[in-house]
């Protein structure tokens, strides 16, 4: 495998600071070129400083002067603003793309990383939930490969390097459940953001955390499935199986399945996208199969998580809807995290912005970008 130059979009969150573990076991076959974060100026001129970044951009530009005096002396490049990573990420020294910023606004770098016909790997739901047709369209029309880094999507894309280009008549996504799996509605209903940001399986940053917690994160997982792999939604099944071992499955015509599985740990998802097709060693856990004892499945509870529902009926209707949903859910979430609002209230939130946005069948990037600022304006007044 040749070395491979990366740069790390979301380099401070959960995503990025296990990406630059991967680095670290690997650091003859990955040179960081590029990190990106948002506010966390201090560890990112730790990081650039660690695997010699030749650029750094803080997209808060408040922070601009203290990260260039924390990296004075080194040679290390510092940029601010998000216009910056759209610039940058075109770079010639650049191979691939780790797109792992939160929310909607991964979406802009990483629509700047395909035109430049760069790899992505893709940790950003939001860019294929909020413009998942446009999006693959262009990555076909500038031949940027995308590789997924989510553990389901990873999983479904291993399995299917086995199919041989057979037909696939289901995808199964599993869902651990969050750490609301077993509550009733009425405990649920009541539940803090405390409460919710301890998920049983997976380290993962607060605001996807949340979403796991409501089940928006399979909704979205189930919208990146439908455009990652071309697949009709009614034939993308959602599977709860708290156990995290089997990461999603793959069925074929004869009823065959092929399950991808492993310890939780999002490295090797990571590892996978970044150096495909070669497999490296990795420092995870292995399995065991007779220490795990049994695997359980049930079905999805849409009553007690009615956003899963949400995104199905949010995919059906198409065009600017989801990303309404998105920006909904986004603003939600942060009041949420606040204690501004209920469990619960999450879903209206979002269920009202989805029935009340103008229908656009057939999207532009502008008119994303237009649905995405007016859902949040009009949501602004009364949440933030």
């Not at 910023?101 to 629509?111: E, N």
């Not at 049994?294 to 509870?301: E, K, Q, R």
């Amino acid at each position: 495998m040749e070395k491979r130059r990366i740069a790390i979009l979301g380099s401070t969150g959960s995503i990025g600071r296990q990406a630059l573990e991967v680095v670290l076991e690997h650091r003859d076959l990955f040179d960081v070129e590029l990190l990106v974060a948002n506010n966390s100026a201090a560890l990112l001129a730790a990081q650039a400083r660690e695997f010699d970044a030749n650029a750094v951009v803080i997209c808060n530009e408040k922070l601009y002067g203290g990260l260039c005096a924390d990296l004075e002396g080194t040679d290390t490049k510092v940029f601010a603003g998000a216009q910056s990573v759209c610039d940058l990420v075109g770079a010639d020294n650049i191979d691939i793309v780790l797109a792992a910023m939160v929310g909607f606004s991964g979406l802009a770098p990483t629509v700047a990383a395909i035109k430049a016909g760069k790899i992505i790997a893709l940790a950003n739901k939001e860019t294929l939930v909020a413009a998942g047709e446009t999006v693959m369209s262009l990555a076909a029309e500038h031949n940027a490969p995308i590789l997924p880094v989510d553990s389901e999507h990873s999983a479904i894309f291993q399995c299917l390097l086995g199919a041989q280009g057979n037909p696939v008549t289901r995808l199964h996504l599993t869902a651990s459940g969050g750490p609301f799996r077993t509550w009733s509605r009425e405990a649920i209903a009541a539940a803090g953001s405390a409460d919710a940001l301890k998920h049983p399986n997976w380290d993962m940053g607060a605001k996807i955390t949340i979403d796991s917690a409501t089940m928006m994160n399979k909704g979205f997982e189930v919208i990146e499935a439908r455009w990652l792999f071309d697949m009709p939604p009614e034939r993308i099944r959602v599977v709860v199986h708290p156990e995290s071992i089997i990461h999603s499955m793959v069925e074929f015509e004869d009823g065959a399945v092929i399950a991808q599985m492993g310890w939780p740990d999002m490295r090797e998802p990571i590892q996978f996208a970044l150096s495909f097709p070669h497999r490296l060693p990795l420092s995870n856990r292995k399995l065991d199969f007779a220490s795990i004892g049994s695997l359980t499945f049930s079905d999805a509870d849409t009553g007690r998580f009615p956003l899963l529902g949400l995104a199905y009926e949010a995919l059906a209707r198409g065009g600017n809807i989801p990303c309404a949903m998105n920006a909904a859910n986004e603003v939600a979430v942060a009041a949420y995290l606040q204690d501004r609002i209920s469990f619960y209230d999450i879903y209206s939130v979002v269920e009202k912005a989805v029935t009340g946005t103008d229908f656009v069948a057939n999207p532009s990037l502008e008119d994303i970008f237009d649905t995405d600022a007016h859902v949040r304006a009009g949501l602004s007044k009364s949440l933030l």
